[in-house]
């Protein structure tokens, strides 16, 4: 269980976050949704133990501000919106820091399952640099997946925190990392991912917490807060929602009405 | 001569990197070793190596100039320019791992100018000192000196120029000119109240070269070096990690504040020990890293040893041209330096110019 209690943050005289508390369970996906500025990015530094913050935050019971770097690192793994990289590192390089980092480095073929798992297979050798911006988002995630290999470890979940995973990709790589993602959680792991598209979080989320102006708005499962009320008061927009026919799941067309 | 055979190996296909880059620590040792070798034994004065090898096979005696020419002028001389090639390489692989840029160098972003500060502030108001404490201190004072000043201004250089974990090139080497100008400009206030026989002893600390080496200088230089090289070593996963961001080297597990701390550190400690013994020599630091990531790729664990082999071979090399070029006179060694090394530098650029993505 993630949990974060009465969550602030400051950077210069500017309070991004004020009194956020909020939960996320192994086993679900949990989105953090919001316009842009509302801070969802924040909050998931804050999870991460990245940023200085008031409140505390815990990681099934570890303090997340005091524990010790290379343990969080065998318990979560997170992948940033972008990363630019400083020096001609290969694909196979890349993925191997993540390998290298959690609890099952052991394993030969990891970054190869791994780089199979986002659709890169014989993408190894390749220079990271020479990519599509979706491409190293997709290597980015692999490097992630081969840091938390098993959702659960001696049945204590491991955790993906996922900053805006879909914002390069194409439709189809869109839902194979959702997928993903779904079966990490299903396996009995935890994620928390930042989304902008309302869509993939109708589809794939457990539960959402919308954020607005630094503050948690509202949090539930997705038809609790995807509302046309709701989203159109943190969106500042009028919107109307509906379902789906197949699956009777939340859908929205972002237009004028 | 060092640099182009490095310059001259293929391009290796990137499966095989690891291997040759595991591979090249054998190659560049053995270059090391001929360089060692071809610096015995050629110079200004007539000794050849060879005979003194002759000699202690047969038995015979070699004569007392050649031995005094052999063992207290260029196996000093030699080890330490090992030394120093070895802390200016390693310095330039520690400072571009810490600021994920492959243009920093000790010389170009003006740390080596805040160990020169050091040195000439060791040399001008070293003698205020109380004297027991300059009698204890001996010719180390103007390594520590010059050690406080490179980490002075490698710790001002990285307030200034990164932000929130991101370094922005503009910014580092204009913080870089910056620095220079300035501790240029304390450097010549002291040498304007200096003294007679402070300025000797400046000018001669200043024309940086590895002339005059006595067994006192590699006693004190070759060490700390060492151990530099070493301790980096450890940093080397830490620096593979920080490529992909601070942030993203805290979730690798890296504890980022220690591993910039002692990258600072080291980056100081062996470039400080270098300008204290040598002078400033230029373009080892920036054009040995670079020539090993086209060859090997960026993993810092075999780039840190070999940076500091080739750095040593190349800039033995350096000093036998130096030596050698207009003998019995000698060239200043970072003349030789610069024309072997900016070429190369430049070279790589336009031919690999996308891969280093500047």
């Known amino acids: 269980m993630f949990e974060a209690h009465d969550i602030s943050v400051t950077i210069g005289r500017k309070t991004i976050l004020s009194g956020v508390s909020c939960k996320a369970a192994p086993g679900q996906i949990t989105a953090i949704i919001g316009p842009n500025g509302s801070g969802k990015t924040t909050l998931l530094r804050a999870l991460s133990g990245d940023i200085p913050h008031t409140g505390h935050i815990t990681l099934d019971g570890l303090d997340i501000g005091t524990a010790d770097p290379a343990l969080l690192a065998g318990l979560r793994a997170v992948l940033p919106q972008a990363t630019p990289l400083a020096f001609p590192f290969t694909v196979q390089e890349v993925v191997s820091l993540g390998a290298m980092a959690g609890l099952s480095a052991q394993d030969p073929t990891l970054v190869e399952r791994a780089l199979a798992d986002v659709d890169l297979i014989g993408y190894g050798p390749r220079f990271y640099q020479e990519l599509s911006g979706g491409e190293q988002q997709r290597v980015q995630l692999a490097r992630i997946l081969a840091q938390v290999w098993q959702p659960q470890v001696d049945g204590a979940p491991r955790w993906l925190l996922l900053d805006e995973p879909v914002s390069s990709l194409d439709l189809a790589h869109q839902i194979l990392v959702m997928r993903l993602a779904e079966r990490f959680a299903q396996a009995g792991g935890g994620v928390i991912v930042i989304l902008h598209d309302l869509n993939l979080t109708g589809m794939f989320a457990d539960r959402v917490l919308m954020m607005s102006n630094g503050t948690l708005a509202h949090s539930g499962p997705p038809d609790s807060v995807l509302t046309d009320a709701n989203i159109g008061a943190a969106y500042c927009c009028k919107v109307q929602s509906r379902q789906a026919p197949k699956e009777g799941r939340f859908f929205l067309l972002p237009h004028f009405i | ?358």
């Open chain 2, 1 to 358: 001569m060092a640099a182009d055979t490095a310059a001259a190996l293929p391009i290796p296909k990137v499966r095989d990197r690891q291997s040759v880059a595991r591979w090249m620590h054998l190659w560049l040792l053995l270059l090391l070793i001929v360089m060692s070798l071809l610096s015995l034994g050629y110079g200004a004065a007539d000794a050849s190596l060879f005979r003194a090898f002759t000699a202690l096979m047969t038995g015979d005696a070699i004569s007392q100039t050649e031995q005094i020419i052999l063992l207290d002028i260029r196996l000093p001389r030699l080890l330490l320019g090992i030394t120093v090639g070895a802390a200016l390489a390693v310095s330039g692989v520690l400072m571009q791992g810490l600021f994920r840029n492959p243009l920093a160098d000790p010389g170009i972003v003006g740390v080596s100018a805040g160990a020169s500060l050091g040195a000439v502030t060791a040399i001008v108001l070293g003698p205020l000192l109380p004297a027991a404490l300059l009698a204890l201190m001996g010719g180390a004072l103007i390594a520590l000196f010059a050690f406080a000043g490179a980490w002075i201004a490698m710790l001002i250089l990285y307030r200034v120029s990164t932000r929130q974990g991101r370094t922005s090139v503009a910014t580092m080497l204009l913080a870089g000119i910056a620095l220079a100008a300035l501790t240029g400009a304390v450097s010549g206030l002291l040498i304007y109240i200096a003294d007679d026989q402070q300025l000797r002893d400046f000018t001669f600390w200043s024309l940086g070269s590895l002339g005059g080496t006595s067994w006192a200088k590699v006693w004190i230089a070759a060490p700390i070096v060492l151990a530099a090289i070493l301790l980096a070593t450890r940093l080397a996963h830490g620096l593979n990690c920080l490529a992909l961001g601070e942030a993203a080297a805290l979730h690798l597990g890296i504890r980022t504040e220690r591993l910039k701390s002692g990258a600072v550190l080291l980056t100081a400690a062996a470039t400080g020990l270098a300008v204290a013994v040598s002078g400033g020599i230029g373009f080892i630091g920036i054009v040995v890293p670079h020539l090993l990531r086209l060859a090997t790729g960026p993993d810092h664990r075999p780039l840190l040893i070999n940076a500091a082999l080739l750095g040593a071979a190349l800039l033995v090399g350096a000093d036998i041209i130096s030596r050698t070029l207009v003998a019995p006179a000698e060239l200043p060694i970072g003349i030789v330096t610069a024309v072997l090394g900016a070429p190369v530098f430049l070279w790589i650029l336009l031919r690999r110019r996308g891969l280093v993505d500047l």
